[in-house]
């Protein structure tokens, strides 16, 4: 191949190369933040971010009951958590004066979600005096997922739940029993009783009453955020995440929350 070829044929990659960056990496994107009121619920407004994984129903492997009882599985939790949005939100935190509340939904097996949920855990540390963020478990992709959430929120009752979510965001897994085993005694966890838990009805519950969030903010797939009363479906960069907090402090979530 001549020198003229090879120039033009390295050109060409750098510009595909170029091109894929700004389709994946949120922070290179120009962004501006446009935000839609939502009908329902009241007081909440929609910014649609990036990429997502998903879209499937947010109920499903969440038991093997018939349809009848899956169906009033559903409308108990909807009805649980319309009663009180931001607390089924966010429920568990105590944001100060000066924070804005986050509500984060992902799944262990979305590639976007894990690096979206890295990039919050460091904002959070850098900015501990501006944000608060209550985890939620989304397990749209399947029995792995299912599992691996479980066995996510099996951990929080041993007070490891951090760990457990860091470790499987960080290393790809297959989450087998046998995985997850050996990942709780790696963390100093109690094996037996992190069993007991997964297959508890309050596990079971949680796991319900954040996939009827989902259909109150009409998620289709994850990452997903709710920041203060901004809905946020997709992968979104830390300036436009940054950006929302300003306003959400400027205007004064805590009143749509009150009211709710």
């Not at 120039?7 to 060409?12: Q, Y």
Request: with cysteine; proline share 5%.
């Amino acid at each position: 191949m001549d020198s003229k070829k090879r120039s033009t044929l390295l050109t060409i990659g750098a510009v595909i190369a170029g091109y894929a960056a700004l389709r994946t990496v949120p922070s290179l994107l120009p962004e501006k933040l446009e935000l839609q009121a939502l009908d329902s619920p009241a007081g909440f407004r929609k910014y649609v971010a990036g990429e997502t994984s998903g879209g499937f129903d947010p109920f499903v492997g969440l038991g093997t009951a018939d349809s009848t009882e899956v169906a009033a599985q559903k409308a108990a939790a909807l009805q649980r958590v319309s009663e009180n949005i931001c607390s089924a939100l966010y429920g568990g935190l105590s944001p100060t004066p000066t924070q804005v509340p986050m509500a984060s939904f992902s799944d262990y097996y979305c590639p976007f979600c894990r690096v979206q949920t890295k990039r919050l855990a460091d904002m959070t540390s850098e900015m501990p005096d501006r944000i608060t963020v209550a985890w939620h478990e989304l397990p749209l992709l399947g029995d792995t997922s299912n599992l691996a959430a479980k066995a996510a929120l099996a951990a929080k009752r041993q007070n490891a739940y951090v760990a457990f979510h860091e470790r499987l965001m960080k290393s790809p897994f297959q989450a087998t029993p046998e995985y997850l085993s050996r990942l709780a005694t790696d963390l100093g966890v109690d094996g037996s009783q992190l069993v007991a838990d997964m297959q508890s009805a309050a596990i079971a519950r949680e796991l319900e009453d954040s996939a009827a969030l989902a259909r109150v903010f009409a998620f289709v797939g994850t990452p997903a955020l709710v920041i203060g009363r901004t809905v946020v479906q997709g992968q979104i960069s830390d300036n436009m995440v940054r950006e929302i907090i300003a306003l959400e402090r400027e205007e004064g979530w805590r009143d749509v929350c009150t009211a709710a």
